[in-house]
Structure formats: structure tokens, C-alpha cells
């Protein structure tokens, strides 16, 4: 990139990024808005779950620290996606603010380096924002039964694993060319 003079297509790359940080930090705020709304009518959520006979409901206070768990797991989520923007648009900052230069050039490796750890740590944070995601919706399984919340957890690590470490798209990049 720094050896091009338009960078058209990197700036268009890290505007991806951006708005797809921001779709998400902007959907969690909805998911957070809507378990506060649940929490303020828990008597009423918990009446229903009654009625509907959900085993393990418990009552009011149990039912508010489960929904407490799914909303820290949200917040979570949150805090990491809005901190993943603010990366992004530090890279984009950078990209804009690139010298144009050879390799051989001094200070580019440098700036290179700076570049890439810019999007590396909006990435890992990016990752765990969605690592949330996961996890937050196996805690919302306590919600049902706590057998339900382990079995989920368990399927999450599974997949996160798989994803990790088993993907065909980590040996698409881990193929040389």
C-alpha cells in the first residue's frame, strides 16, 4: 500500500470494516435497550413464564441475575466493538496520513508495522465483540434451565474452537503462494 500512490481501494477496504464495527456496536445497543426494558418488567416476564410452566424460572431475583448475565455479556460486546471503531478509524487516520515510499525507503517498515498492528488490534477486538455475541446467547439459555446454559457454552467453545483453529478458511490464509 504504501508504494501505491491511489489508495482508493484500501480506503474503501477499511470503510468496510468501519461499518461493519458499527452495524454491529449499533445492534447491541438495541439488545442492551431491550433486556433493560425486560428487567424493568421482570413481575410481569416471570408471570408469564409461570403460566407457560418453563422449568427452573425461579423467582424475581434469580430471574434478574440471569438477565443480568446476558446484559454484562452485551455491554461486553459493546465497550469491544465501539473500541474496534476507534481502531479502525485510527488505521483509516494512518492511511491517510501514509508517505509514499519503497520498501527501501527509511521508516516505511515502521509505518508499515504501525499499519498493521492499527488493524490487528481492531480486529481482536472486533473478534471478541462477536466472542460476546456467542456467549450471550448460551447465557440466555439459563433463562430456560441451567442444564441448557452448560450444554450451550459447551456447543459455543465447540464451534469458537473449530472456527479457531480447524477452519478451512485458516488454511485458505495459512496457504503460501
Known amino acids: 500500500m504504501l508504494a501505491r500512490e491511489i489508495r ?3 480506503s474503501t477496504l477499511i470503510g468496510n470494516l468501519v461499518t461493519s464495527v458499527t452495524f454491529y456496536a449499533n445492534t447491541t445497543i438495541y439488545i442492551i435497550a431491550g433486556l433493560l426494558a425486560v428487567l424493568g418488567a421482570a413481575d410481569k416476564l416471570l408471570s408469564f413464564t409461570n403460566d ?3 422449568p427452573g424460572t425461579g ?3 434469580l430471574l434478574e441475575i440471569k438477565l443480568m448475565l446476558v446484559l454484562a455479556t452485551f455491554v461486553y460486546a459493546y465497550f469491544k466493538f465501539t473500541w474496534s471503531l476507534r481502531q479502525f478509524n485510527l488505521l483509516s ?3 491517510g496520513a501514509a508517505p509514499l515510499g519503497e520498501r ?5 517498515e515502521s509505518y508499515a508495522r504501525r499499519l498493521a498492528g492499527a488493524n490487528n488490534l481492531g480486529g481482536d477486538d472486533f473478534n471478541r465483540g462477536i466472542r460476546a455475541y456467542y456467549f450471550g446467547l448460551s447465557a440466555s439459555g439459563w ?3 441451567p442444564l441448557l446454559l452448560a450444554v450451550l457454552a459447551v456447543i459455543v467453545l465447540l464451534v469458537l474452537y ?3 483453529y480447524r477452519s478451512a478458511a485458516l488454511d485458505l490464509l495459512r496457504r503460501e503462494s
Open 8 to 10: 482508493v481501494t484500501d
Open 52 to 54: 407457560l410452566a418453563f
Open 59 to 61: 423467582n424475581r431475583e
Open 93 to 95: 487516520i494512518l492511511v
Open 104 to 108: 527501501d525507503q527509511p521508516g516505511i
Open 143 to 145: 433463562l430456560f434451565s
Open 162 to 164: 473449530r472456527r479457531d
